[in-house]
């Protein structure tokens, strides 16, 4: 039997998953069993503990129905432990490097308790850690293994389940389980805390606990917090069942009041002033109920506040609090800017905002109003064709509604006509961001469909990147769009775990694929031909597709590369296709560049996904095109002559060069090399780009945007979709020019 079972609940989170679970398999005591509970089988996080699983044998996967949520699977882990000792981890959370190792040691020189308690750190998801969170337990606490009632800081309700190790015959011989509903780990602290017999202390931290942005669930509004309540009645039940001793009823007694007195002197924690009232009378029964005899109440102003509550009298308890919040709104300057008010009044949004939403109405953008491209457009074609009870309307820049097809309705940025779909549209979808002036009505639906898959950083994570953070705008404007997002579309495992990172929301991921790339795989072979023919791409020419990355340490376009140089060296059977990032559209630069044919500038096409079709290979350095110009299984070479600085001044989620999709060059020479050797589209590149496809190409299979419609604008569940093809059983578009080459 293992030394420990560490139960891991993988039911959410699959950004910080894998983080967890490696933080158990590195630990230095190898002697530990990793109980990974999973409540959806075909979900991310099931398919990244299997990825673990395959690894490593010593992870045990159990299953837990989703509707038991937390407490169901921390039980159905017990169950399935083999252990001597259980520990808990969230999914977010780690174990620090050497723990079990001093958890072991403890544990051996107490005597092997039946529960050995230790500190934890809560890390803020932003600001890093707290410090040590249980510094009151050490305080004048025994040396060795003592029973709870040595030591007045125990029982402590505030104790989470993954601050301790627990003797699983313990756990067992007493029936130990997590009660069901929110606040269970009260309940399963003072009760291990009153059942154990012998009790030990390790002042050291051994968990770090991720603090979300949206903060503990515990903390947010809902109807949840009615579940206190019953913890509050099931923990003081049990302790009186479990001990006579007054002192101790009355700790556990005024802990959980604390608690009671905290929600209920919130207002946002309960909706609506009946739930609050609700709560407060039950609150004042329990209170009636269950407080020992001889208990005294604590004193000053938490004194009064216990006299209302033990009356029932929350009409008095909620006008002392209002006194309090009101006397610190009176200080608040209550100034208001002339122009900021002229603003609002004359700004027709205002009046907008005042209609009702309409439910049959949705607007599309992309890039900040450039066109008709992108994720958004192809959910746009979709939703047509699938929900036709949806009007439309796709959002422009003044000038660029000759970017749209003709029979696309078209409104420009800032007209009347914006601040009026903004103002009423039910479904919002975008690939970047709206203005931070745009406001999010109750009962809208915001798309974040992105527009590429992360080897940059991003979001959040940028903060140790000055030059990239400058440009990206303040983290807090930034912070204030996320919480806009209701879905948010991603076309990979990789996409979904950074995202989660980089936006930390409250949004649905959208785990279906990028419906841009659906054509990649519903493209014929005549398509292919007339976007070349569009193109000016000639018949006979194999067209290598250029497409460079923007640098956050330069304001122009100027290529890596000397495309003059580069045409000449690659010679007649070949045509390069120019296409410079977004950022610097319009400015390719291309005066005195080589005009004979060789070379050809397609930046401003408005559909990069054509450009990509139309290219038999792809030379680009760190652009995301990479991630979706594989699921054409067409060679790629990597361009990464500035590695070195673009990662120190960018920063990037993994190393590209240790794991490209094809060939790689540092030099103009080596890039020459690679193609006039055949090494672009050799067995070894053909290797990789397989590696790499399997890697980043997970939910590509053309049916992204069916996927998009039919769970946004048709409100189907997620389980209900179309399932994703496999990689192998997918056929991408032919490509052109390379197939007449290799049979040259």
Not at 395 to 412: F, H, I, K, M, N
Not at 545 to 566: E, G, I, K, S
Not at 619 to 648: C, G, H, K, Q
């Amino acid at each position: 039997m293992p030394r420990f079972s560490v139960v891991v609940p993988a039911h959410d989170g699959p950004g910080r998953l894998p983080g967890c679970l490696d933080s158990v398999l590195g630990q230095t005591f190898a002697d530990v069993e990793l109980v990974a509970v999973v409540t959806a089988p075909e979900g991310l996080c099931a398919s990244i503990v299997a990825a673990h699983a395959d690894r490593d044998p010593r992870i045990t996967v159990v299953h837990s129905p989703a509707g038991d949520g937390l407490p169901g699977a921390r039980n159905a882990g017990i169950a399935g432990a083999t252990g001597e000792f259980l520990l808990f981890l969230d999914g977010d959370d780690t174990l620090v490097p050497g723990a079990l190792e001093v958890i072991d040691a403890r544990l051996k020189e107490c005597g092997e308790p039946d529960l050995l308690l230790f500190d934890h750190e809560r890390v803020h998801w932003f600001e890093g850690g707290r410090g040590p969170a249980l510094g009151r337990l050490w305080r004048n606490a025994p040396s060795g293994a003592f029973r709870m009632e040595q030591h007045t800081a125990l029982p402590d309700v505030a104790v989470p389940a993954w601050s301790g190790a627990y003797r699983r015959a313990f756990v067992s011989r007493h029936g130990l389980a997590f009660a069901p509903g929110m606040f269970t780990d009260t309940v399963w602290s003072v009760t291990a805390a009153l059942r154990a017999e012998r009790i030990a202390l390790l002042p050291q931290v051994c968990v770090r606990h991720l603090q979300g942005r949206r903060g503990s669930r515990n903390e947010l509004p809902g109807l949840h917090h009615l579940d206190l309540l019953d913890q509050f009645d099931l923990v003081m039940r049990r302790a009186a069942g479990l001990t006579a001793d007054p002192a101790v009823l009355g700790r556990v007694f005024h802990q959980l009041v604390r608690g009671v007195l905290k929600t209920a002197a919130s207002p946002v924690r309960l909706p609506g002033t009946a739930v609050r009232r609700r709560f407060f009378r039950r609150a004042a029964r329990l209170y009636r109920r269950h407080r020992p005899a001889g208990v005294r109440r604590p004193g000053g102003s938490v004194a009064l506040q216990h006299v209302l509550l033990a009356s029932g009298s929350y009409t008095a308890f909620r006008a002392v609090r209002g006194t309090r919040r009101r006397l610190g709104r009176a200080a608040r300057p209550a100034r208001r800017c002339l122009g900021w008010l002229r603003r609002r009044i004359l700004n027709p949004y205002r009046v907008f905002l005042r209609r009702p939403v309409d439910e049959n109405l949705a607007v599309y953008s992309s890039y900040w109003g450039r066109g008709y491209a992108c994720n958004p457009a192809a959910i746009h074609a979709a939703a047509r064709r699938l929900a036709p009870h949806i009007r439309s309307v796709f959002l422009v820049a003044d000038g660029q509604a000759r970017q749209l097809p003709d029979d696309v309705e078209s409104v420009v940025i800032g007209s009347t006509r914006y601040w009026e779909v903004m103002a009423t549209a039910k479904y919002t979808f975008n690939n970047v961001n709206f203005a931070m002036s745009v406001r999010k009505r109750p009962g809208t639906v915001h798309v974040q469909t992105q527009h590429g898959t992360p080897l940059k950083r991003m979001g959040v994570d940028l903060v140790e990147f000055p030059a990239a953070a400058a440009a990206a705008g303040p983290l807090g404007k930034l912070l204030q769009r996320v919480d806009r997002w209701d879905f948010n579309i991603s076309s990979n495992h990789h996409s979904t775990e950074v995202w989660e990172r980089a936006y930390p929301g409250a949004y649905e991921s959208l785990d279906v694929g990028y419906p841009r790339n659906d054509a990649f795989y519903t493209s014929t072979a005549e398509d292919v031909a007339a976007i070349r023919r569009r193109l000016g791409v000639p018949e006979d020419r194999v067209a290598v597709l250029y497409a460079p990355t923007h640098r956050d340490y330069r304001t122009d376009f100027l290529p890596q590369l000397d495309l003059v140089a580069f045409c000449e060296a690659l010679g007649e059977e070949f045509v390069v296709l120019l296409r410079a990032h977004h950022s610097y559209e319009g400015s390719a630069g291309l005066d005195g560049m080589l005009r004979s044919g060789a070379l050809i500038d397609v930046t401003e096409h408005r559909s990069p996904e054509e450009v990509c079709l139309a290219a038999d290979a792809l030379v680009t350095d760190y652009s995301s095109i990479m991630f979706d110009y594989a699921n054409l299984d067409r060679p790629i070479v990597v361009y990464a002559d500035d590695w070195d600085v673009y990662r120190e001044t960018r920063g990037v989620y993994f190393d590209l060069l240790a794991a490209p999709p094809g060939a790689v060059a540092r030099t103009q020479d080596e890039l020459t090399r690679i193609f006039r050797g055949g090494e672009w589209d050799g067995a070894a590149a053909r290797h990789l780009r397989g590696a790499f496809r399997e890697r980043f190409c997970d939910f590509d299979d053309g049916l992204a945007a069916e996927r998009v419609v039919r769970r946004v604008l048709l409100g189907e569940p997620a389980e209900a979709l179309p399932p994703v093809v496999p990689l192998g059983e997918r056929t991408p578009a032919p490509a052109a020019g390379r197939v007449r080459l290799l049979h040259h």
